[in-house]
């Protein structure tokens, strides 16, 4: 197939100039790969998840181990994530963001923290399936966390998605 930069190329939604591992809050989706529903299901507004449901939870939870964030908020859905995290610093509250030039350590920036949320619970789950099938949809939404109204309206999205799962985009 012959590449069509029209129909082939991705826009980025990145802020142009803005350091990602600066301190503050994102807002985190990631789909999974095709939106198959394989981190479980949701009956009468009730989420069960299934072992890869729980399986990226569990590393969701872990992300504060490995990376300077708080997690915030999360949802593991049917077939997608959303996560609400801060990258720390030693504001307690969160600031007006100012984009700024590119800096800091890129081990810590959302890519780097995304891309090992991403493979490392690809890896445990194709172990729990016996199988090398893709889990995740390539890329994921990011949004800059720009204040406390931002804040607490994401958080209420997230903690609403369950009871919303019939009206979701991302459901099938």
């Keep these: 197939m012959t590449y069509n930069p029209a129909l082939d190329h991705r826009r980025s939604i990145r802020l142009s100039n803005f350091d990602y591992s ?6 985190i989706t990631i789909v999974s790969h095709e939106r ?9 507004d009730c989420l069960t998840l299934s072992l890869a449901g729980q399986c990226v939870d569990a590393i969701i939870s872990a992300l504060p181990e490995h990376f300077p964030v708080e997690i915030n908020h999360r949802v593991v859905m049917p077939n997608h994530i959303h996560i609400l995290l ?29 891309q ?10 194709h172990r729990m399936w016996n199988n090398n099938e893709s889990v ?34 991302l459901w099938k």
């Excluded at 939404?141 to 406390?148: F, G, I, K, L, S």
């Design 136 to 169: 995740w949809q390539r890329n994921y939404y990011e949004h800059v966390v720009r204040n406390q109204d931002d804040f607490d309206r994401i958080y209420s999205y997230i903690e609403n998605n369950p009871l919303t799962w019939q009206k979701d985009d």
């Design 86 to 114: 801060t990258i720390n610093s030693n504001e307690p509250e969160i600031q007006n963001v100012n984009i700024k030039p590119l800096r800091g350590s890129p081990a810590q920036t959302i890519c780097a923290i995304m």
């Design 36 to 44: 198959r529903c394989i981190f479980g299901v949701i009956e009468n």
């Design 22 to 27: 600066q301190p503050g809050a994102y807002f």
């Design 116 to 125: 090992n949320l991403k493979s490392n619970s690809s890896r445990h789950i």
